[in-house]
């Protein structure tokens, strides 16, 4: 069963935490009391160089061209990958990238604590990428360590995770650290332009919304290879597996629950969901996740959003937001007023330009852990079969990430969830 704290963090508390975060992000060109803007190198790190990661440092010194920006450090639980992705920088056909990666062969770091190396070098600049079940150590290690933090999303995969992610954001926050997610859509123009004029009231008043993300399945192992021992097998299918990935409803579908949190400018106060493996079939290298998620988020006084997210094979994909008013419907990012540049770049263009000063303060962490433990509320109804409230969540100790890990760990596959079962504590 899950079991309740008397120390959870109160839906008041994410409000007030909240609230700190979008006051600064207002003080547009403003100085913060405290603060003294980087003026010299940044120095960059990547913790995590599967894809996304290397990707992010792509997109971060196409970014930071021009600007000093350099990568230095890499990390990754595995040697092979870490030295891979350094190759790639330095190898990259984009000159912005391949003449800015600077990584010796000793910032190259690998192993599950290799985190802690590239922390304690002189980089100012950390990406985090790893599989989002590593995220809130990893955060929170950074921010201890004073860096300025580019977070992948989301943010954790579990209530634990949450509130240890949480209390490292409002580190952040008296530190004046800069932080922003991969939510990128918070720095698309055409999404920017939008809501601000659904905020100005274009569609009328907000009644509903829907969001959607409904495509194929993410495999990134078909077997698990002899003498692998689990943990490691794990790490490696990362996207099977509820404690690294959140499942699809926290992986992916969070960008478009960040969209209806944006749009509503609150989080919802319950859940009540459905969901299951129709497609999948039972394979251990398929891992403890569902394939399909239905969940009905009340956001109160009256307003309902409507959310869908699928990994079936052969069926209509659908990617997309609406928000409902009373006098038309938007898709959230329908009345730009110009096109922008690649978003993937740009929240990393606003990052810099927060961490120089020359552009507002930005610390999106309070925003993308509201985000993300929206995702995890709707999947942990869906598990249970139960109409969960915000509050009651928050107050658990839920935690999947198993403690003491080891990549020789002979971690066990987890059953998938029944809905109705108490299977929570499926790491002991």
Known sequence: MIEKS??????RDFLKSTAVASAAAATVGIARPGYVAESGPLRMGVIGCGGRGTNAAENALTAGEGKDVKVVAVCDAFKDRAEGAARRLAENKSRAVRENTAIKPEMIFSGL????????????????????GFRPIHFEAAINAGKQVFT????????WGIKKFLAAAKVSEEKK?????????RHQRPYIDTIKKIHDGAIGKLMTGRAYWCGGPVINMRNRPEGMPGAEFQIRDWYAFCWLSG?????????NLDVMNWVFGRHPVSAYASGG???????PWLGDIFDNFSVDYDYGDGVHVLSLS???????SNVSEAIVGTEKTSSGSDMADEGGINPYVQEHMDLIASIRGDGPYLNEAVQVAESTFTAILGRESAYSGKKLSWDELLKTDLR????NLTLETDLPIPPVPTPGAPNYNRFG
Do not use: F, M
């Open 177 to 185: 650290l800069s932080v922003v997610a991969g939510t990128q859509r």
């Open 310 to 316: 699928r990994h079936w094979n052969n069926a209509d």
């Open 6 to 11: 008397s120390t959870g963090i109160s839906r």
């Open 277 to 283: 493996r129709s497609w999948k079939p039972r394979e």
């Open 247 to 255: 499942d699809n409803i926290v992986e992916q579908h969070v960008h």
């Open 113 to 132: 604590d290799g985190y802690k190396q590239l922390l304690d070098s002189d980089v100012n600049y950390v990406i985090l990428a790893t599989p989002p």
């Open 400 to 403: 999947l990430v198993p403690e």
């Open 152 to 159: 992948e999303k989301p943010v954790a995969s579990d209530v």
